[in-house]
């Protein structure tokens, strides 16, 4: 296929490959809100990715404008699970004005020290945009001073459609049902809710702390389709699922993880009910429905009074990104048994902040960043749980040193 990025305006396209890391550098990433935030980054850190490197002054209104324009794009693209990074890469000299790339972009932005060697080593000009394939080939070098490239974002895509499926992200990919019984195939079912197919190689399912359980192989799941184990078959898992409170753990190759409580096994009618759960790990009873969309929540009763736990809420941690300290609010709208934990980002117990009773009503835990052993954790991303009455809902916390 053959892609005309150019008029008038514009410099011809150079249309060449050349070994991973010829074209590379490794500068800071200085913007707080990207994910690499401190980190030294360069052409070859983003391993099978789209990488866009955008070459430009803090201090010129053009080369900002044209920076925001490709950080939209960039973020429509990793909003539908595309791997793809844009880095900015501006001059030291104008390095007092990096706000203005930072303060409303996400992307990673990065400063060329004097005698500017990676401008220099790209043959970079103001306002030069470069694209790299996933395996590290420059598929285009344009000055942008005119304006992005209508087409540029189906010349990205193309480059994707030749690499087969994206991974699968946590959140968007995650547990949606459970089911256990004595006297059935117990099974866990995995949902892609994202509009586009994505691979689930190399993720890890398992139980607890219990690591590598079970590593998915190629792998691809459907748009808007579910990925089906039942237990003890040679293409699932092995390991045995306890409806007595058992966490099971989707983590992805980066280490991101989601998880979900098992509560006890209920029967009604003789129908074995299954646990279904939404992308936050909210779960409620259900008629089981492998492999489809999860039926509505049932409601148990015994002696008139209810069995199933009710509604808990688990806001935002605040501040995130944090240091010192934390808070973190939750609220029950009846009285129970709370578990409250933090995690690291491969799943592992690191901190109990609440096991106990509460009362109805909202509470407040505050986090210090220590572990169970009064131990300063490290800078990271981390993941705080609340369990209730066989229920669990986790969310994602930063802390930076």
Same mark, same amino acid.
């Given at each position: 296929?053959?892609? =005309?990025?150019?008029?008038?305006?514009?410099?011809?396209?150079?249309?060449?490959?050349?070994?991973?890391?010829?074209?590379?550098?490794?500068?800071?990433?200085?913007?707080?809100?990207?994910?690499?935030?401190?980190?030294?980054?360069?052409?070859?850190?983003?391993?099978?990715?789209?990488?866009?490197?955008?070459?430009?002054?803090?201090?010129?209104? @053009?080369?900002?404008?044209?920076?925001?324009?490709?950080?939209?794009?960039?973020?429509?693209?990793?909003?539908?699970?595309?791997?793809?990074?844009?880095?900015?890469?501006?001059?030291?000299?104008?390095?007092?004005?990096?706000?203005?790339?930072?303060?409303?972009?996400?992307?990673?932005?990065?400063?060329?020290?004097?005698?500017?060697?990676?401008?220099?080593?790209?043959?970079?000009?103001?306002?030069?945009?470069?694209?790299?394939? @996933?395996?590290? =080939?420059? #598929?285009?070098?344009?000055?942008?001073?005119?304006?992005?490239?209508?087409?540029?974002?189906?010349?990205?895509?193309?480059?994707?459609?030749?690499?087969?499926?994206?991974?699968?992200?946590?959140?968007? @990919?995650?547990?949606?049902?459970?089911?256990?019984?004595?006297?059935?195939?117990?099974?866990?079912?995995?949902?892609?809710?994202?509009?586009?197919?994505?691979?689930?190689?190399?993720? =890890?399912?398992?139980?607890?702390?219990?690591?590598?359980?079970?590593?998915?192989?190629?792998?691809?799941?459907?748009?808007?389709?579910?990925?089906?184990?039942?237990?003890?078959?040679?293409?699932?898992?092995?390991?045995?699922?306890?409806?007595?409170?058992?966490?099971?753990?989707?983590?992805?190759?980066?280490?991101?993880?989601?998880?979900?409580?098992?509560?006890?096994?209920?029967?009604?009618?003789?129908?074995?009910?299954?646990?279904?759960?939404?992308?936050?790990?909210?779960?409620?009873?259900?008629?089981?429905?492998?492999?489809?969309?999860?039926?509505?929540?049932?409601?148990?009763?015994?002696?008139?009074?209810?069995?199933?736990?009710?509604?808990?809420?688990?806001?935002?941690?605040?501040?995130?990104?944090?240091?010192?300290?934390?808070?973190?609010?939750?609220?029950?709208?009846?009285?129970?048994?709370?578990?409250?934990?933090?995690?690291?980002?491969?799943?592992?117990?690191?901190?109990?902040?609440?096991?106990?009773?509460?009362?109805?009503?909202?509470?407040?835990?505050?986090?210090?960043?220590?572990?169970? =052993?009064?131990?300063?954790?490290?800078?990271?991303?981390?993941?705080?749980?609340?369990?209730?009455?066989?229920?669990?809902?986790?969310?994602?916390? #930063?802390?930076?040193?």
């Amino acid at each position: 296929m053959k892609f =005309n990025f150019f008029n008038i305006y514009f410099l011809p396209i150079i249309c060449i490959s050349f070994l991973k890391g010829q074209y590379d550098y490794s500068l800071e990433d200085l913007n707080s809100s990207s994910s690499t935030y401190g980190q030294n980054i360069g052409a070859t850190f983003f391993q099978d990715h789209v990488t866009l490197h955008y070459f430009g002054h803090f201090t010129w209104g @053009t080369c900002t404008s044209r920076f925001g324009q490709l950080n939209t794009l960039y973020e429509n693209l990793k909003d539908q699970n595309y791997n793809i990074e844009l880095i900015g890469i501006a001059k030291s000299s104008q390095s007092s004005a990096s706000g203005n790339w930072t303060n409303s972009n996400n992307s990673p932005v990065c400063v060329d020290e004097s005698p500017f060697d990676v401008w220099s080593d790209w043959g970079a000009s103001q306002r030069d945009l470069f694209v790299l394939d @996933t395996e590290g =080939n420059l #598929v285009l070098h344009q000055n942008i001073t005119s304006g992005v490239p209508d087409n540029l974002e189906n010349l990205i895509l193309s480059l994707f459609e030749a690499t087969g499926p994206n991974p699968c992200i946590i959140d968007s @990919t995650y547990i949606s049902e459970v089911f256990t019984s004595d006297n059935s195939e117990n099974y866990i079912e995995i949902f892609n809710s994202s509009a586009h197919d994505c691979s689930l190689e190399g993720f =890890n399912l398992y139980i607890d702390e219990e690591l590598n359980n079970f590593i998915f192989e190629e792998l691809v799941i459907l748009a808007g389709d579910f990925w089906l184990g039942y237990e003890g078959n040679a293409s699932s898992f092995v390991f045995n699922i306890d409806s007595s409170g058992d966490e099971i753990w989707l983590v992805d190759s980066e280490g991101n993880s989601s998880m979900v409580s098992v509560g006890p096994s209920y029967e009604i009618s003789d129908i074995q009910l299954s646990q279904s759960f939404q992308s936050d790990g909210i779960g409620c009873y259900t008629s089981p429905t492998p492999g489809d969309i999860n039926s509505e929540c049932v409601t148990l009763k015994s002696y008139n009074k209810d069995l199933v736990p009710k509604t808990i809420f688990l806001n935002q941690n605040y501040p995130n990104s944090f240091n010192p300290n934390t808070s973190i609010n939750y609220e029950l709208s009846i009285s129970g048994n709370v578990i409250l934990s933090v995690y690291d980002s491969r799943g592992r117990f690191v901190k109990s902040l609440f096991s106990g009773f509460k009362e109805q009503g909202a509470h407040t835990v505050t986090w210090n960043g220590k572990d169970d =052993n009064g131990i300063k954790l490290s800078s990271g991303i981390y993941f705080y749980v609340l369990g209730f009455n066989g229920l669990s809902i986790s969310k994602k916390l #930063v802390m930076m040193q």
